[in-house]
């Protein structure tokens, strides 16, 4: 039985994707044997899964996602994080610093501050509780130095691109160290300003074309030609 989309194809919600042996993936349903798309978005076909990436939504965490967040509040036991998401996280002082939260330990202020940054993971979240963050473990912790650009968490998976080669890509080119959240934040840091702005105008890329064929090839000619003038 047909398959009536190509991968990476623009569709809207209501457009017949598939029918017969296909199965239905993220943003879709099934009707009749037949898979729709649910929202506005790029079909994206995985042997006989059809799922919708769509171009427009909030971050919804997932157990294991990376994520940039802003420190909020201080509770008793821990901190409140703004993670770009209906959900506030929580970092209690274990996930923070390995141990119990003590008197001995002093103001919670002193590890983390409202307004500090942090890298973290999720580590529990089923949607009838405030996911939970930790950043014990490499690469995670209060970020030092570096900027953090927004770009809309659906379009996240465009940025890193297939098995990371959008990312190592603009990495490569641009020698910055670049921290992609799945919560919509990326930090980069770079001693040259000029390739810090050259990443910046990728993912400003990413956020207008993610839908139009070619990209790579585009953002790899804007950073050559950047890297020239």
């Given at each position: 039985m047909?398959?009536?989309?190509e ?13 017969g ?13 037949k ?46 994080v ?17 141990k119990?939260?003590?008197?001995e330990?002093g103001?919670?202020a ?10 973290a993971?999720?580590i ?67 001693r ?6 050259l ?9 207008e ?14 950073i ?6």
């Amino acid at each position: 039985m047909p398959l009536h989309v190509e991968h990476k194809q623009l569709v809207v919600p209501g457009e017949l994707l598939a029918e017969g042996d296909y199965l239905p993936g993220d943003n879709t349903y099934m009707a009749s044997g037949k898979i729709y798309s649910q929202r506005v978005g790029l079909a994206e076909v995985k042997g006989k899964k059809v799922s919708v990436v769509a171009l427009k939504g909030p971050y919804i965490p997932k157990v294991g996602d990376l994520v940039i967040g802003q420190v909020v509040g201080i509770t008793l036991g821990g901190w409140l994080v703004d993670i770009n998401s209906p959900y506030t996280a929580i970092l209690s002082v274990p996930d923070a610093i390995g141990k119990p939260f003590s008197p001995e330990l002093g103001p919670l202020a002193k590890i983390l501050s409202i307004g500090d940054t942090i890298i973290a993971k999720v580590i529990a979240f089923d949607r009838t509780r405030d996911p939970s963050l930790t950043i014990k473990g490499r690469g995670l912790g209060k970020m030092e130095g570096g900027v953090v650009v927004d770009l809309a968490p659906t379009k996240i998976p465009r940025l890193i691109g297939r098995k990371g080669s959008m990312i190592t890509m603009i990495k490569k080119l641009t020698g910055c160290e670049i921290v992609v959240g799945q919560n919509g934040k990326v930090l980069i840091r770079g001693r040259n300003p000029k390739m810090v702005e050259l990443v910046i105008g990728a993912i400003r890329m990413v956020e207008e074309q993610a839908h139009i064929p070619g990209l790579t090839d585009r953002i790899r000619a804007y950073i050559e030609q950047g890297k020239q003038g």
